[in-house]
């Protein structure tokens, strides 16, 4: 899922649902909201609903939201993509969240904005019978610890076995983040602090 605004102002939220099938006899759902057909016989779906094979995934689809935050989003934004998201609760297994923040929150206000909307993202995947979820923070430069702060929501997951991971602009490949690592606890400690704070 991507939300997106547009140069004439308005914002689009895409569920993408891309259908290809591999030589191995698996098959990937990944998507977009219009009917496209392209190139390498993948075809892209708009719409909300829009594939009506929907209920018949199988176990090796992945869904991918995109959260962009490089321009703030509106609270029905965000609403728009928190409804599409609960649509896909029931064949939903396989999640990838990319996390794109600038390297410079502008204020504590836009950082604390966003730690909430990943939250309010893993709320809802946290009513999806996953079995395995990639969070991933995309980093301008291996010095960017800021852009990985939105993911502290990410702990809040119920799956115990989720990956971390970052990749870095300009770079191919994604670094994991193993568990007990010092960003890992950095980021651990960033989380208790933000949502177990006292009153």
Same mark, same amino acid.
């Given at each position: 899922?991507? *939300?997106?605004? &547009?140069?004439?102002?308005?914002?689009?939220?895409?569920?993408? &649902?891309?259908?290809?099938? &591999?030589?191995? =006899?698996?098959?990937?759902?990944? =998507?977009?909201?219009?009917?496209?057909?392209?190139?390498? =016989?993948?075809?892209?779906?708009?719409?909300?609903? +829009?594939?009506?094979? #929907?209920?018949?995934?199988?176990?090796?689809?992945?869904?991918?939201?995109?959260?962009?935050?490089?321009?703030?989003?509106?609270?029905?934004?965000?609403?728009?993509? *928190?409804?599409?998201?609960?649509e896909y609760a029931a064949v939903i297994?396989?999640?990838?969240?990319?996390?794109? +923040?600038?390297?410079? &929150?502008?204020?504590?206000?836009?950082?604390?904005?966003?730690?909430?909307?990943?939250?309010?993202?893993?709320?809802?995947?946290?009513?999806? #019978?996953?079995a395995k979820v990639e969070v991933i923070?995309?980093?301008?430069?291996?010095?960017?610890?800021?852009? *990985?702060?939105?993911?502290?929501?990410?702990?809040?997951?119920?799956l115990r076995n989720w990956t971390l +991971?970052?990749?870095?602009?300009?770079?191919?490949?994604?670094?994991?983040?193993?568990?007990?690592?010092?960003?890992?606890?950095?980021?651990?400690? #960033?989380?208790?602090? #933000?949502?177990?704070?006292?009153?």
């Amino acid at each position: 899922m991507t *939300l997106s605004d &547009h140069d004439d102002g308005s914002q689009s939220t895409q569920v993408e &649902h891309v259908v290809s099938n &591999h030589g191995d =006899g698996s098959q990937s759902v990944q =998507g977009k909201q219009a009917d496209n057909n392209h190139d390498d =016989g993948s075809q892209s779906i708009e719409g909300e609903q +829009a594939d009506s094979n #929907h209920g018949n995934t199988g176990d090796n689809v992945q869904m991918i939201v995109d959260l962009e935050f490089s321009q703030l989003k509106s609270p029905q934004e965000i609403k728009a993509l *928190l409804q599409a998201l609960i649509e896909y609760a029931a064949v939903i297994h396989d999640v990838k969240i990319l996390i794109k +923040a600038p390297k410079e &929150h502008r204020s504590v206000t836009a950082r604390e904005r966003r730690i909430a909307t990943v939250s309010m993202v893993i709320s809802i995947l946290n009513t999806f #019978h996953l079995a395995k979820v990639e969070v991933i923070a995309c980093l301008d430069d291996y010095d960017s610890f800021e852009q *990985l702060h939105p993911t502290i929501a990410a702990y809040r997951l119920r799956l115990r076995n989720w990956t971390l +991971a970052y990749e870095i602009l300009g770079l191919d490949g994604t670094w994991e983040i193993p568990v007990d690592s010092k960003d890992e606890l950095r980021l651990r400690r #960033h989380y208790k602090k #933000h949502f177990f704070k006292k009153s």
